[in-house]
């Protein structure tokens, strides 16, 4: 019988804090595209409430989902927070009245949605404020974000923001905005199937940098295989929940924050952490990601 390989460390330095891995998504608990209030409000305060007894204390979200609603609805279920919780959050974007995504990234808009943040989370600091880059909204493209970066250098001395990040970047962006302010995490698209940024996680591993993949799970179309699936099958679990045991397994600097609305779907998420993949299975999962596009 194949050996199960070391089991992957449940924890990672971020922004001083031993966060741990298995973290939260806040994402999907706005509306149909993110837009609007949930069906089932009191369902999206439990979810949070049960991610934060299961052991989350890594909490992604943003002023621009809803917009302002997610916000609102963490504050509802958790505040005041508990002590060893980290809150991140992004700006760079605002929505319209009819949903759609609109690029933000004047000085003055990334004040504004600093300030939202606050006052919707109930927070007087944000513990990490990631810029997210409007390049091909699930894709980095290059462009320059030095004005964007000083603009958050500036707020991070005021004292509003304690630590920055950037997503949906590219490496060169990354390294420009690490000679304006530190950077403690990266947030790009990454999972079993899209494997773009493979180079780049190594990279930021080596220098203690946190990588946060957005859409894990493949976001608004899941990863659909059958190789995944008859892995899952053959180890009891769901194929999400293995997919995300692959990242978890994938590089020691990579935090998850996988989305959702349901209790049910939380609590296999969160199997992740303790599921074991065997060199054998590893293998086989890193091949889906060199066949299927």
Same mark, same amino acid.
């Given at each position: 019988?194949? $050996?199960?390989?070391? =089991?992957?460390?449940?924890?990672?330095?971020?922004?001083?804090?031993?966060?741990?891995? +298995? %973290?939260?998504?806040?994402?999907?608990?706005?509306?149909?595209?993110?837009?609007?209030?949930?069906?089932?409000?009191?369902?999206?305060?439990?979810?949070?409430?049960?991610?934060?007894?299961?052991?989350?204390? /890594? !909490?992604?979200? =943003?002023?621009?989902?809803?917009? /302002? @609603?997610?916000?609102?609805?963490?504050? *509802?279920?958790? /505040?005041?927070?508990?002590?060893?919780?980290?809150?991140?959050?992004?700006?760079?974007?605002?929505?319209?009245? #009819?949903?759609?995504?609109?690029?933000?990234? *004047?000085?003055?808009?990334?004040?504004?949605?600093?300030?939202?943040?606050?006052?919707?989370?109930?927070?007087? @600091? &944000?513990?990490?404020?990631?810029?997210?880059?409007? %390049?091909?909204?699930?894709?980095?493209? *290059?462009?320059?974000?030095?004005?964007?970066?000083?603009?958050?250098?500036?707020?991070?001395?005021?004292?509003?923001?304690?630590? !920055?990040?950037?997503?949906?970047?590219?490496? #060169? $962006?990354?390294?420009?905005?690490?000679?304006?302010?530190? !950077?403690?995490?990266?947030?790009? /698209?990454?999972?079993?199937?899209?494997?773009?940024?493979?180079?780049?996680?190594? @990279?930021?591993?080596?220098?203690?940098?946190?990588?946060?993949?957005?859409?894990?799970?493949?976001?608004?179309?899941?990863? $659909? =295989?059958?190789?995944?699936?008859? !892995?899952?099958?053959?180890?009891?679990?769901?194929?999400?929940?293995?997919?995300?045991?692959?990242?978890?397994?994938?590089?020691?600097?990579?935090?998850?924050?996988?989305?959702?609305? =349901?209790?049910?779907?939380?609590? *296999?998420? +969160?199997?992740?952490?303790?599921?074991? &993949?065997?060199?054998?299975?590893?293998?086989? &999962?890193?091949?889906?990601?060199?066949?299927?596009?």
């Amino acid at each position: 019988m194949p $050996q199960p390989t070391k =089991s992957p460390a449940r924890t990672f330095p971020l922004a001083g804090r031993a966060v741990n891995r +298995m %973290g939260y998504g806040a994402m999907q608990l706005a509306g149909p595209g993110v837009f609007g209030p949930p069906k089932d409000r009191a369902q999206a305060v439990a979810v949070l409430r049960e991610a934060i007894a299961l052991g989350v204390n /890594h !909490i992604d979200t =943003s002023d621009f989902y809803g917009p /302002h @609603v997610t916000n609102q609805i963490i504050r *509802e279920a958790l /505040h005041p927070y508990p002590a060893d919780l980290t809150l991140v959050t992004k700006v760079g974007a605002v929505r319209d009245d #009819k949903g759609a995504w609109l690029p933000a990234l *004047e000085p003055e808009d990334i004040e504004r949605a600093v300030h939202d943040n606050l006052r919707n989370l109930g927070l007087d @600091v &944000l513990d990490i404020v990631n810029l997210r880059i409007m %390049g091909d909204i699930h894709q980095p493209a *290059e462009g320059p974000i030095g004005r964007q970066m000083e603009a958050l250098a500036t707020l991070r001395q005021r004292g509003l923001v304690r630590h !920055i990040g950037v997503s949906n970047a590219t490496a #060169k $962006q990354i390294a420009d905005a690490g000679r304006i302010a530190p !950077i403690v995490c990266v947030q790009n /698209h990454y999972n079993l199937v899209n494997r773009a940024d493979d180079a780049l996680i190594d @990279v930021l591993a080596a220098q203690g940098i946190a990588y946060v993949p957005f859409f894990p799970l493949g976001g608004f179309t899941p990863i $659909q =295989s059958s190789a995944l699936s008859d !892995i899952a099958q053959s180890l009891g679990a769901t194929p999400m929940t293995v997919a995300l045991a692959w990242l978890l397994h994938r590089a020691p600097n990579i935090l998850l924050i996988p989305g959702t609305s =349901s209790l049910t779907h939380l609590r *296999e998420n +969160m199997q992740a952490e303790t599921l074991e &993949l065997s060199a054998d299975v590893l293998a086989r &999962l890193d091949a889906i990601g060199r066949t299927v596009n």
